[in-house]
């Protein structure tokens, strides 16, 4: 859990550089303590990145890595994260100049980049990393509900689907918590958020009978905060992910729970034939699954308004405030102070 | 999907020799057509295997593999399926000399036995075959729901608790619907299922984002079958294996459920400090969780009464039909045509 090295880091985006794909990217950008120097998007080069993705002013978009040199970057990120994690063939070159040209290699993808031949021997002849961040721990234990006697308040995010600000939530909420003096820690189940905090296990890509026992095992090695701000996965009613999501929830065993929603968003994300689920029904389903063990309630109702005016947002705040009776609000636009009220007295 | 040569096996067993902890055994001696010549477990040696397990009359139980060779075994399976997969130490001899009398092995461990160098290498050296069954196939892809667009009735088994029938009862059914001249298929999800079946995969072995998909790719793959009998694992409500359940619901997308229990049980195996929830608890939690996407509901419940007398059993079984006011059975004792006349009906 000691923190990786300050790198300086340029993000390949390659054709995906929005604020939905490039999820990577902009919370890097936002977030990370590392140094973004450049992005490499041969569609966007010379663009304002800016003004495409909302973060990142200066930061220039480049078409090949060779281009970028003269900013010094030490580490090509991977920054993007395709459905199911394989590596495009058109990457492959961009991965090679890097290793060419002295630079590790760092990425989320599903399909490890380190056992790769070609990049493998690439980066040995060169003396270079490759940081493949979603391979788990060796021997992560069957979960066994353990996380239950930490003394830590544990507050996970849940949602009512994928990509729709789980992480950016329980981020903004640590941060939140910090400047309040609260002994508080971001935990990433997840590629983007260990790239931000430099630890963690992308319980995604466990074996799926240690997906609880990763869970637990992220929360017993931080046993000594007061406040574990738990990185959410997927949601329980979802035809790809919602093993990952359970698991993650009976591994945690939350006294908490934050739900996450974007408003305008009718269908889940790349599954078009299934409905978002209204909110009250996936709290009630979440707090059914989550009581037998532990008792936990959802806190509060985090809303991704992005593209909306404040005025838009707000009214679609106080409409889920109506509708769960809970504390509402978009962390982005207007912070996390709401659900810090409702938290903080629970705080051992 | 071929059915794998008619084998003759030894069963490894190793002090775990009792109706819960052998759950493989009696599962592969009640319904495999590999013949079983006899079981290696040095505690019970010389003990008649019947009265301890209640199947396997007539098999005998010796210390050590050469003392079978007589009996011209073909393959060491390895029996029991310890809690995580991984493999003892002390068994190591009985595969060692195994493999040096020419027998194959099948495992069903998280531990692949044909990584092991040494058994790799003896394997190789003898041509013999070593068989892990949970090493799931290649290229699974991530869910997408398609499940639901099969015609095929689909029925899956799910319960209180892990290793309490739900393969037993999927199996009984697919056998009585055969009897009825019903085109039916076990689907089976774990490692001892596949050795029954001959064919599977077993879920909690894949990467976690990836349980759905398996189970999506073994209904994709039967959709000439009219009634898929797909085996559960776990149950929703566990501290360790809540997301393979709820991701083999989500990759499934049944039409129907069999929710199976077992009235002596009170707190979950190998979780004592977990209690096992009521049966209608369970049932709306998982009507709750299936339905958004396809209906669904609980057809019966199979209760497992081993240790019962058939009046305790039959008190059991209308008590369960009181509560939950579906029909009820122990498939073992009484059969599963309860079900049957329920689910026929049902098949396109």
Sequence with gaps: ???????????????????????????????????????????????????????????????????TLHLNPDSLLIGIAPMGGALPDTWRAHIRESLQNKLN????????????????????????????????PENIPVGTGKAKEVKAFRLLTVGTDCNIGKMVTSIEITNAAKKRNIDACFVATGQTGILIEGSGIAVDHVISDFISGAAEKLILDRAQYKFLNVEGQGTVVHPAY????????????????????????KTLRHFEKFPILPIPHIIELYERLAQPFQPCKVLGVSLNC???????????????????????????????????????????
Tied chains: 1, 2.
């Design 1 to 67: 859990m000691n923190s990786p090295p300050k790198r300086r880091l340029i993000i390949l985006t390659e054709g995906k550089l929005d604020i939905h794909s490039a999820k990577t990217a902009v919370s890097v950008i936002r977030y990370c303590r590392n140094e973004v120097v450049a992005v490499i998007d041969r569609f966007n080069a010379g663009k304002n990145l800016e003004a495409i993705i909302g973060v990142g002013k200066g930061i220039p978009i480049f078409s090949k890595v060779k281009e």
């Design 306 to 348: 992005y593209g909306m005016s404040d005025s838009e947002a707000m009214r679609e705040i106080e409409k889920a405030e109506r509708e769960t009776k809970l504390p509402a609000t978009d962390p982005i636009k207007f912070g996390v102070d709401k659900f810090l009220e409702v938290i903080q007295p629970l705080l051992p």
């Design 105 to 136: 290699i760092i990425s989320g993808l599903h399909t490890y980049i380190g056992d790769d031949l070609e990049f493998a021997q690439l980066a040995a002849e060169n003396r270079l990393h490759i940081y493949d961040v979603r391979k788990p």
């Design 242 to 265: 919602s093993g990952v999501s359970l698991g993650l929830l009976h591994g945690t065993l939350p006294q908490g729970l934050i739900i996450c929603h974007q408003p305008v968003r």
